[in-house]
Protein backbone atom coordinates (compact mmCIF):
# COMPACT_ATOMS: atom_id res chain seq x y z
CA UNK A 1 0.00 0.00 0.00
CA UNK A 2 2.45 2.45 0.85
CA UNK A 3 4.49 1.37 -2.54
CA UNK A 4 1.38 2.43 -4.36
CA UNK A 5 1.68 6.28 -3.61
CA UNK A 6 4.89 6.08 -5.06
CA UNK A 7 4.97 6.09 -9.18
CA UNK A 8 8.83 5.48 -9.94
CA UNK A 9 9.02 2.45 -7.29
CA UNK A 10 8.31 -0.95 -7.91
CA UNK A 11 7.79 -3.51 -4.77
CA UNK A 12 8.70 -6.56 -4.85
CA UNK A 13 7.09 -9.28 -2.63
CA UNK A 14 9.85 -11.44 -0.52
CA UNK A 15 10.86 -12.78 2.43
CA UNK A 16 13.27 -14.72 4.33
CA UNK A 17 13.11 -17.49 5.52
CA UNK A 18 15.42 -19.25 8.44
CA UNK A 19 16.27 -22.89 7.78
CA UNK A 20 19.37 -25.21 10.14
CA UNK A 21 21.69 -27.80 8.95
CA UNK A 22 23.87 -29.33 11.28
CA UNK A 23 25.45 -26.55 12.93
CA UNK A 24 24.47 -23.70 10.94
CA UNK A 25 21.67 -21.48 10.22
CA UNK A 26 20.86 -20.92 6.99
CA UNK A 27 18.68 -18.04 5.72
CA UNK A 28 17.15 -18.89 2.68
CA UNK A 29 15.88 -15.55 0.54
CA UNK A 30 12.11 -15.85 -2.12
CA UNK A 31 12.09 -12.64 -4.47
CA UNK A 32 8.72 -12.72 -5.92
CA UNK A 33 6.69 -15.20 -3.87
CA UNK A 34 2.44 -15.02 -3.78
CA UNK A 35 1.93 -13.96 -0.50
CA UNK A 36 -1.12 -14.97 -0.38
CA UNK A 37 -0.14 -18.61 -1.11
CA UNK A 38 -2.15 -20.79 1.58
CA UNK A 39 0.49 -23.10 2.16
CA UNK A 40 3.04 -20.40 2.44
CA UNK A 41 0.74 -18.67 4.94
CA UNK A 42 0.42 -22.30 6.90
CA UNK A 43 3.92 -22.93 7.12
CA UNK A 44 4.55 -18.86 8.61
CA UNK A 45 1.95 -19.37 11.47
CA UNK A 46 3.47 -22.74 12.02
CA UNK A 47 7.18 -20.65 12.33
CA UNK A 48 5.64 -17.31 14.04
CA UNK A 49 3.75 -19.98 16.99
CA UNK A 50 7.66 -21.29 17.51
CA UNK A 51 9.31 -17.73 17.20
CA UNK A 52 7.30 -16.61 20.00
CA UNK A 53 7.64 -19.79 22.40
CA UNK A 54 11.23 -19.49 21.74
CA UNK A 55 11.27 -15.68 22.53
CA UNK A 56 9.34 -16.59 25.75
CA UNK A 57 11.92 -19.21 26.42
CA UNK A 58 15.31 -16.73 25.94
CA UNK A 59 13.44 -13.96 28.33
CA UNK A 60 13.16 -16.57 31.04
CA UNK A 61 17.00 -17.63 30.70
CA UNK A 62 17.92 -14.34 30.33
CA UNK A 63 15.87 -13.38 33.74
CA UNK A 64 17.71 -16.40 35.19
CA UNK A 65 21.30 -14.81 34.56
CA UNK A 66 19.80 -11.34 36.09
CA UNK A 67 18.77 -9.64 33.00
CA UNK A 68 15.56 -7.80 33.91
CA UNK A 69 13.67 -7.50 30.82
CA UNK A 70 10.51 -8.71 29.75
CA UNK A 71 8.82 -10.83 27.31
CA UNK A 72 5.83 -7.87 27.01
CA UNK A 73 8.57 -5.13 25.83
CA UNK A 74 9.89 -7.42 23.59
CA UNK A 75 6.58 -7.91 22.10
CA UNK A 76 6.30 -4.46 21.65
CA UNK A 77 8.88 -3.46 19.82
CA UNK A 78 8.43 -6.16 17.78
CA UNK A 79 4.83 -4.67 17.15
CA UNK A 80 3.33 -6.60 14.00
CA UNK A 81 5.84 -7.91 12.89
CA UNK A 82 7.17 -11.81 13.25
CA UNK A 83 9.02 -11.72 17.06
CA UNK A 84 12.84 -12.27 16.58
CA UNK A 85 15.94 -12.10 18.19
CA UNK A 86 16.70 -8.81 17.32
CA UNK A 87 13.55 -7.36 19.32
CA UNK A 88 14.81 -9.41 22.59
CA UNK A 89 18.85 -7.51 21.69
CA UNK A 90 16.95 -4.50 21.97
CA UNK A 91 15.00 -4.67 24.88
CA UNK A 92 18.72 -5.62 26.42
CA UNK A 93 20.33 -2.77 24.79
CA UNK A 94 16.90 -0.53 26.60
CA UNK A 95 18.60 -1.33 30.09
CA UNK A 96 22.33 -0.89 29.12
CA UNK A 97 23.04 -4.69 29.66
CA UNK A 98 24.78 -4.60 26.52
CA UNK A 99 25.80 -1.98 24.26
CA UNK A 100 25.04 -3.82 20.61
CA UNK A 101 23.87 -6.62 18.95
CA UNK A 102 26.89 -8.41 18.04
CA UNK A 103 27.50 -8.71 21.94
CA UNK A 104 24.07 -10.25 22.59
CA UNK A 105 24.79 -12.65 20.20
CA UNK A 106 28.26 -13.59 20.96
CA UNK A 107 27.30 -13.55 25.05
CA UNK A 108 23.74 -14.19 25.05
CA UNK A 109 21.21 -15.37 22.66
CA UNK A 110 23.93 -16.80 19.68
CA UNK A 111 23.68 -20.48 19.13
CA UNK A 112 25.28 -21.92 21.87
CA UNK A 113 24.93 -18.82 24.13
CA UNK A 114 23.53 -19.52 27.79
CA UNK A 115 20.28 -18.23 26.74
CA UNK A 116 19.62 -19.42 23.53
CA UNK A 117 16.75 -21.73 22.53
CA UNK A 118 16.40 -23.96 19.82
CA UNK A 119 13.02 -23.44 17.92
CA UNK A 120 11.17 -25.06 14.58
CA UNK A 121 12.69 -24.69 11.56
CA UNK A 122 13.09 -26.01 7.81
CA UNK A 123 15.66 -27.60 6.29
CA UNK A 124 16.84 -25.26 3.75
CA UNK A 125 16.31 -27.59 0.97
CA UNK A 126 12.58 -27.02 2.51
CA UNK A 127 12.81 -23.86 2.41
CA UNK A 128 13.87 -23.30 -1.40
CA UNK A 129 11.27 -25.95 -1.92
CA UNK A 130 8.59 -23.75 -0.36
CA UNK A 131 9.71 -20.55 -2.11
CA UNK A 132 9.26 -22.30 -5.20
CA UNK A 133 6.41 -23.70 -4.36
CA UNK A 134 5.01 -19.89 -3.63
CA UNK A 135 5.75 -18.89 -6.88
CA UNK A 136 9.26 -17.22 -6.01
CA UNK A 137 12.92 -17.17 -6.68
CA UNK A 138 15.19 -18.67 -3.93
CA UNK A 139 18.17 -17.19 -2.81
CA UNK A 140 20.81 -17.90 -0.64
CA UNK A 141 21.65 -14.97 1.94
CA UNK A 142 24.74 -13.85 3.18
CA UNK A 143 26.78 -17.28 2.22
CA UNK A 144 29.95 -16.80 4.14
CA UNK A 145 28.24 -17.41 7.71
CA UNK A 146 27.04 -20.84 6.11
CA UNK A 147 29.62 -23.41 7.71
CA UNK A 148 31.03 -25.83 5.03
CA UNK A 149 29.66 -23.91 2.52
CA UNK A 150 30.70 -26.01 -0.48
CA UNK A 151 29.45 -29.22 1.27
CA UNK A 152 26.14 -27.87 1.42
CA UNK A 153 25.67 -26.21 -1.99
CA UNK A 154 25.10 -29.49 -4.13
CA UNK A 155 22.38 -29.95 -1.67
CA UNK A 156 20.68 -26.70 -2.46
CA UNK A 157 21.18 -26.47 -6.06
CA UNK A 158 19.32 -29.76 -6.36
CA UNK A 159 16.51 -28.54 -4.34
CA UNK A 160 16.17 -25.66 -7.04
CA UNK A 161 18.78 -22.65 -5.48
CA UNK A 162 18.35 -20.21 -8.34
CA UNK A 163 20.87 -17.22 -6.44
CA UNK A 164 23.14 -16.28 -4.37
CA UNK A 165 23.66 -12.75 -1.83
CA UNK A 166 26.71 -11.11 -3.50
CA UNK A 167 26.31 -8.00 -2.93
CA UNK A 168 26.10 -7.86 1.50
CA UNK A 169 26.21 -5.21 3.19
CA UNK A 170 29.57 -5.67 4.73
CA UNK A 171 31.35 -8.19 2.23
CA UNK A 172 34.82 -6.51 1.31
CA UNK A 173 35.60 -6.20 -2.73
CA UNK A 174 37.35 -8.99 -2.58
CA UNK A 175 34.92 -11.52 -1.09
CA UNK A 176 31.92 -10.08 -3.64
CA UNK A 177 34.05 -11.21 -6.14
CA UNK A 178 34.72 -14.73 -4.91
CA UNK A 179 31.31 -14.64 -4.33
CA UNK A 180 30.15 -13.34 -7.52
CA UNK A 181 32.48 -16.02 -9.69
CA UNK A 182 30.73 -18.51 -7.34
CA UNK A 183 27.65 -17.55 -8.39
CA UNK A 184 28.58 -17.38 -12.45
CA UNK A 185 30.21 -20.90 -11.68
CA UNK A 186 26.85 -22.45 -10.76
CA UNK A 187 24.53 -20.36 -12.96
CA UNK A 188 23.03 -18.28 -10.08
CA UNK A 189 21.92 -15.01 -10.39
CA UNK A 190 23.83 -12.83 -7.84
CA UNK A 191 21.76 -10.86 -5.70
CA UNK A 192 22.35 -7.95 -2.53
CA UNK A 193 20.87 -6.13 0.17
CA UNK A 194 21.39 -4.04 3.54
CA UNK A 195 19.85 -7.34 6.21
CA UNK A 196 18.30 -3.71 7.37
CA UNK A 197 16.37 -4.83 10.61
CA UNK A 198 15.15 -0.69 11.29
CA UNK A 199 16.10 -1.47 15.15
CA UNK A 200 19.71 -0.04 15.48
CA UNK A 201 21.31 3.28 14.53
CA UNK A 202 24.41 1.69 13.37
CA UNK A 203 23.22 -0.74 10.66
CA UNK A 204 23.63 -0.22 6.76
CA UNK A 205 20.95 2.03 5.80
CA UNK A 206 18.72 1.14 3.08
CA UNK A 207 20.14 1.29 -0.59
CA UNK A 208 23.71 1.55 1.30
CA UNK A 209 25.14 -1.87 0.43
CA UNK A 210 26.59 -0.89 -3.22
CA UNK A 211 24.09 -3.58 -5.35
CA UNK A 212 25.16 -2.59 -8.84
CA UNK A 213 21.60 -1.76 -10.86
CA UNK A 214 22.34 -4.74 -12.61
CA UNK A 215 20.92 -7.19 -10.34
CA UNK A 216 17.51 -6.02 -10.20
CA UNK A 217 17.94 -6.14 -14.07
CA UNK A 218 18.96 -9.89 -13.57
CA UNK A 219 16.47 -10.70 -10.80
CA UNK A 220 13.75 -9.25 -12.95
CA UNK A 221 14.94 -11.02 -15.81
CA UNK A 222 14.80 -14.66 -14.20
CA UNK A 223 11.18 -13.77 -12.96
CA UNK A 224 10.38 -12.79 -16.79
CA UNK A 225 12.00 -16.16 -17.97
CA UNK A 226 10.05 -18.64 -15.60
CA UNK A 227 6.63 -16.95 -15.66
CA UNK A 228 6.85 -15.46 -12.46
CA UNK A 229 5.93 -11.55 -13.98
CA UNK A 230 4.90 -10.29 -17.05
Known amino acids: AAAQAYAGLTLIPAIELSSHAPGNEVHVLGYFIDRHSPELQSELKVLRSSREERARGMVTKLQGLGLNISLERVQEIAGE ?3 GRPHI ?3 LMEKGYVSDFREVFDKYIGQGGPAYVERHKLSPEQAIDLV ?3 GGI ?3 AHPTTVNLLDE ?4 MLAAGLLGLEVYYKDYAPDTRQQLANLA ?3 RLIATGGTDYHGIEATEVMLGEAGVPQSVANNLFALARKKGIIK
Open 89 to 91: AQA
Open 138 to 140: PVL
Open 81 to 83: GSI
Open 132 to 134: LRS
Open 152 to 155: MLPG
Open 184 to 186: RRH
